[in-house]
């Protein structure tokens, strides 16, 4: 029988633990959550219909109440689950990437050229020419192009500075926005409902979205998850890094793929949500620590449980009236986002 050195059983253990623990949070949450609502359904119930979809048990209950988790609430919770996981794992990823904890989706301007390119694809006529995928396509264009050019403006020196991201993120942050108002000034009537979608609505999801979203995040996850070792090493300089045989433009591309790619594909379908890449990742590494072997899925699984909880709150704080769950993110985010400012011993 092949020996198992002690250290590589710790390792598997430390890791283990924490994630099959967030995997059950999320799963007692998402019952919750879906029980919760106009129609109150016991969790009990909720719990019965969604195993006896999975082929577990009977499910034998009322129609219009199987209508109503099935149709209505799960597909929602999901969307907003898998919106989470791919903010905040994006903003882990990040976070790593430039070596700054203040780099999330929406601080580098990725979730504002996400936003600008959806819009543009409703406003220009592009739903007419690609269908169904055009406000994923253009998010992703918008998102990538964004984080390419912050990217090469803040490299431009050898050694660059967080001054040098969040300023470069905030300008081109601040020239998408202004082309998106932009535009919104040309849709007419259709401006209020872009508003509601820049401001991140879920009232009317199905499960096509659901399943769109699902994949680019479980491609997303999977490239970061391939560089998660090397993305350690990139947390020193990039020579140190290629001195120890990594590829770094390799793995600088994966990277920015694999985080835009979640980012841009669940800004088409929810608008912009901010702070859950910042409050998530940085909370997982204060508990948890720096390995991105282990922060990213504990970030994406946690920043699913994060909106999820926020979404609930959405939905039932002003009930019958529903509040856009980027109100919600921005009133615990900015805080967060404040004390972090005050607290961080790095110099912006």
């Known amino acids: 029988m092949q020996h ?6 710790n390792m598997r253990h430390s890791f283990g633990l924490p994630i099959w623990g967030a995997v059950v949070v999320l799963g007692i949450v998402i019952v919750i959550c879906v029980a919760v609502g106009n129609v109150a359904i016991p969790a009990a119930t909720v719990l019965r219909i969604v ?8 499910g034998d209950v009322a129609e219009s109440t199987r209508s109503i988790i099935m149709t209505i609430r799960l597909p929602r919770v999901l969307l907003v689950a898998l919106t989470g996981a791919a903010l905040s794992a994006s903003g882990a990823a990040y976070q790593g990437l430039f070596r700054n904890p203040l780099a999330d989706p929406y601080i580098v301007g990725v979730a504002s050229g996400a936003g600008l390119g959806a819009i543009a694809m409703v406003v220009l006529g592009g739903m007419a020419l690609f269908g169904a995928i055009a406000m994923p396509l253009g998010a992703f264009i918008g998102a990538f192009g964004v984080v390419v050019l912050v990217y090469g403006i803040a490299a431009q020196r050898s050694q660059y500075s967080n001054n040098d991201l969040i300023l470069a993120g905030i300008a081109i942050g601040t020239l998408t926005s202004a082309l998106t108002t932009y535009l919104m000034i040309r849709a007419g009537r259709q401006s209020s409902q872009l508003l509601a979608f820049l401001l991140g609505s879920f009232s009317s999801v199905g499960w096509s979205a659901v399943w769109i979203v699902a994949t680019a995040v479980l491609i997303g996850l999977s490239l970061l998850m391939v560089v998660s070792r090397d993305l350690n090493v990139l947390l020193f300089t990039e020579e140190q890094a290629r001195f120890l045989g ?10 920015i793929v694999g985080a835009t790619l979640m980012t841009a594909t669940a800004v088409a379908f929810h608008g912009l949500i901010g702070f859950v890449g910042i409050i998530v990742p940085h909370s997982i590494r204060l508990i948890f620590g720096g390995d991105h072997r282990k922060l990213i899925p504990l970030s994406a699984l946690y920043g699913a449980v994060f909106l999820v909880l926020a979404d609930m709150i959405a939905r039932t704080v002003t009930a019958p009236q529903e509040l856009p769950l980027g109100i919600v993110t921005a009133c615990c985010g900015a805080p967060f986002f404040l004390w972090q400012l005050l607290t961080s011993k790095r110099s912006l």
Do not use: E, S
């Open 51 to 58: 195993l006896a979809q999975l082929g577990i048990g009977d």
């Open 246 to 255: 990594i590829n770094v433009p390799m793995i600088r591309w994966c990277i």
């Open 4 to 9: 198992i050195p002690q250290h590589t059983k």
